[in-house]
């Protein structure tokens, strides 16, 4: 019997050893904010701590019964990849990462998953490029941070996706506006067309279009003015943009405030530039440009529309002005 216990003792250390050999690397640990959101965002950035000596993560989504959905890696950066597919329907979904290698073998246990609630209907949605969807290179979009709704006195779904043009708004707004029902509708479109050299008047055919699209539905249309660039810092980086974005962006941001917009670049600009201490690239605002934007929406909602507004709406903390 004691001989039996002995080489029982050795099977399962063995099993255990094999086991925890199975993989080459450990679980990553996920850095999203999902959790902490008002909503989750339309399309979003997963996120995860990446360890040493990997290059290659495999991101799964699974629907409420566990079966996977879609897949996707890690295209973008070591840390984080976008989904290019909308959340736009009702229900809870998950996502979890793991580690593999070129060929998708996997090289590490599977991440906790993480929620992504989506709900139906908003007040309030935000309909956007890059910078309404928390685009930036110094922190992933799944982060509180990298978001102006986040910075806003109101909850704000987040509709924004990253490297949008006007028309590219108007050809997903059936799909991915209309299933929320928002009672209103911020629009901050345009920065994209500007920078690749479109005109104004282009612009503000497709604005006007956005604006039929809302009335139609009965949502109510405020469009935000085009945020400045840094052609400075963005030539450095080596973003592309055309010279005549400052004249065409005045003419938009012109039509915007004229038809009842607001503006959200009166703490970002210098010269009509991006403030340099504000913005990691010359294209996208930083976290105090984010807080900016957030403050500016958030100041002309309460005092436009507060008919729209309940206590439910209103955030529990009070929020600091970006300008002190």
């Not at 290179?137 to 779904?157: D, V």
């Not at 009672?183 to 039929?212: F, H, P, S, W, Y």
């Not at 955030?315 to 600091?320: L, R």
Request: glycine share 6%; charged share 25%.
């Amino acid at each position: 019997m004691k001989y039996f216990f002995a080489v029982l003792a050795a099977i399962i250390l063995i099993c255990n050893s094999a086991a925890e050999a199975k993989y080459k690397f450990p679980a990553p640990n996920l850095s999203t904010e999902f959790d902490s959101m008002d909503f989750a965002p339309l399309y979003p950035t997963y996120s995860w701590e990446p360890l040493p000596n990997t290059e290659f993560y495999l991101v799964q989504v699974l629907n409420s019964e566990g079966a996977v959905i879609r897949e996707m890696l890690n295209t973008e950066s070591l840390n984080r990849v976008t989904d290019g597919q909308a959340f736009n329907e009702v229900g809870n979904f998950y996502w979890r990462v793991c580690v593999v290698d070129k060929n998708k073998k996997q090289l590490s246990e599977w991440s906790e998953k993480k929620l992504i609630s989506v709900t139906a209907p908003v007040t309030f949605a935000a309909l956007g490029d890059s910078i309404t969807h928390g685009g930036a290179n110094f922190i992933p979009a799944s982060q509180l941070a990298c978001q102006w709704e986040t910075f806003c006195y109101l909850k704000i779904k987040n509709i924004g996706r990253s490297g949008d043009t006007t028309a590219m708004l108007i050809e997903r707004f059936e799909r991915d506006v209309l299933p929320f029902q928002p009672k209103l509708l911020l629009i901050m479109g345009g920065v994209n067309d500007i920078r690749e050299g479109a005109q104004a008047e282009a612009v503000i055919k497709n604005l006007e279009t956005l604006r039929e699209k809302c009335t139609a539905n009965n949502i109510i249309p405020v469009f935000c003015t085009l945020t400045p660039m840094n052609e400075e810092i963005m030539t450095r980086r080596g973003i592309p943009f055309k010279k005549s974005w400052k004249a065409e962006r005045a003419k938009i941001n012109n039509w915007i405030l004229k038809n009842g917009g607001v503006d959200v670049s009166k703490w970002l600009e210098d010269s009509g530039e991006l403030r340099a201490d504000f913005t990691p690239d010359g294209l996208h605002p930083d976290l105090r440009g984010k807080m900016a934007i957030g403050n500016a929406v958030g100041n002309f909602l309460r005092a436009n529309w507060f008919n729209f507004i309940t206590g439910e709406e209103i955030k529990e903390w009070d929020f600091v002005r970006a300008d002190g």
